[in-house]
């Protein structure tokens, strides 16, 4: 009997990985992201947009100048006005087969992780956290996303597999403007209670197809940067309700911002997840 050439026996493999991981997106477990939140970071449709009026300006000589539209800008309220270092901080989390006690430190998160090959799960508030003075901004906080992702893929299994990493962050802002009970959130339907969640548009999906006993290490460096904002004076008017008063006493008092994230991995034997967050405005 002829035996298949080692470059058969290699495409037949790569067919087989090619295959199980068509029907790995079919069955994809997604259980463990977050529910969808409404985000401030991306442009309402032109419908949504309130237009309010620009405001005046003047060149260098004292004169006044015609003032950029919300259709020439996009948002006339930041236009023109120069970039504010604001803040910084990060957020770890470990996913390992056994976590060390807690000791306390928010900024540190073990997540334990299920015996192969069935997936896990995890939903973490509050990783991290920036809190601005009142007046930091005038209309616009914007965010820098950088996470360090160290993946250790190990599929123990006979029969060939897709390992998965995926994670969805959000961001908590918190204002005592918000908690106000007759405020209601449009997105959630409830009172605010003081603080409102704003999705990111940062979140991540890796599959990497793993032959039978094989182990792989990846490691992924990058970062995202805000579009609209995580929050504008703009968005709190236009998506979250607020009166243009309510809107410009948000940036007046003082804002917290926590760092949420939630995913799933499967065929991961270690990870170490590091989220950095700068926080700029205007």
Known sequence: MKLPSTRSVAVLASAALLATL??????????????????????????AVRVAAPPA?????????????QGDVG???S?????VWLGVTQGNLDLSSSCPPDDGDPTTNCVALNAAPGPTTFDLDGIAHVTLPGKAANSLLCYWFSPILSVDYLNPTAASDVGLLAYSPTLTVESEVLDDPALIDPTTGAPFDGKLVTAMTASEHFEVPLAPGQQQFERS??????????????????????????????????????????????????????????????
């Open 57 to 69: 300006i003047r060149d260098r000589a004292g004169n006044i100048a015609a003032a950029p539209s």
């Open 22 to 47: 068509i029907a790995h997106a079919a069955r994809m477990d997604t259980r463990g992201m977050a529910a969808e939140h409404a985000s401030a970071d991306l442009l309402p449709s032109a419908k």
């Open 79 to 83: 236009f023109g006005r120069s970039l």
């Open 221 to 282: 460096r990058d970062s995202a940067v805000c579009i609209a904002g995580l929050l504008s004076k703009s968005a709190l008017v236009g998506t979250y309700g607020l009166t243009d008063a309510q809107a410009k006493q948000v940036f007046k008092k003082p804002i917290t911002i926590s760092l949420n994230v939630s995913g799933s991995v499967r065929l991961v034997d270690e990870a170490s997840l590091m989220f950095g967050l700068r926080v700029v405005g205007d």
């Open 75 to 77: 948002d006339v309220d």
